[in-house]
């Protein structure tokens, strides 16, 4: 199986609006053990992928706020409330919050398949601040995230179920942030659910 990174994207439509996204991507390391490349791999519905198709330019950052990559999975992250900072060599922004930034150019594009291909090339890459590290809480609000944006595509009801084994996690080791993380993927995937009796009734 590929080594994943979850964390955040951006990138521009074409009207340079910024859109943030949460995605896993699969790095590619040089001799130095440096990322130099990135595989990622987009729905085609998803805003990310038509931002990359129409500038084809982004930034992947790293970052140990579990409430970031939950509040861009259930869209309610205001852009205007994070300070960004402008891309050292590619049109785009950084996140000041993330631990670290790596500006790509997406070098080739593989669409013969539901989850398109996007081979990537790091521009360059910055070091915002030191990265600690995640306790068990924040593995598992991280693991909750990746479900709450399956619930498309899997059966919400189960995704609660899988939810009940995490937050005991959650509520033993966690912070105020990682609990207020997880209510919010959890209230997202309740949400879902409900939306979905409602229209079967």
Request: include cysteine.
């Amino acid at each position: 199986m590929p080594y994943v990174l979850e964390g955040l994207i951006t990138t521009f439509d074409q009207e340079s609006n910024i859109n943030l996204a949460p995605m896993g991507l699969i790095p590619t390391l040089n001799a130095a053990g440096e990322i130099e490349r990135l595989t990622l791999r987009p729905f085609p519905e998803s805003q990310t992928y038509r931002n990359l198709l129409d500038h084809p330019e982004g930034v992947f950052h790293l970052t140990d706020r579990v409430l970031l990559l939950a509040q861009a999975i259930v869209k309610c992250l205001d852009l205007r409330n994070l300070e960004l900072i402008p891309a050292k060599i590619i049109r785009g922004y950084q996140l000041a919050s993330a631990c670290q930034a790596y500006e790509f150019r997406i070098t080739k594009i593989d669409d013969s398949s539901l989850r398109k291909v996007m081979q990537a090339e790091v521009i360059s890459a910055t070091q915002l601040r030191p990265f600690y590290g995640f306790n068990r809480g924040c593995h598992a609000v991280i693991e909750a995230a990746i479900l709450a944006s399956r619930v498309h595509m899997q059966d919400p009801a189960s995704i609660l179920r899988e939810f009940e084994e995490l937050r005991i996690i959650v509520e033993k080791t966690g912070t105020s942030e990682t609990m207020q993380a997880f209510e919010l993927l959890t209230d997202y995937v309740q949400s879902f659910l409900d939306n979905v009796k409602e229209s079967q009734s």
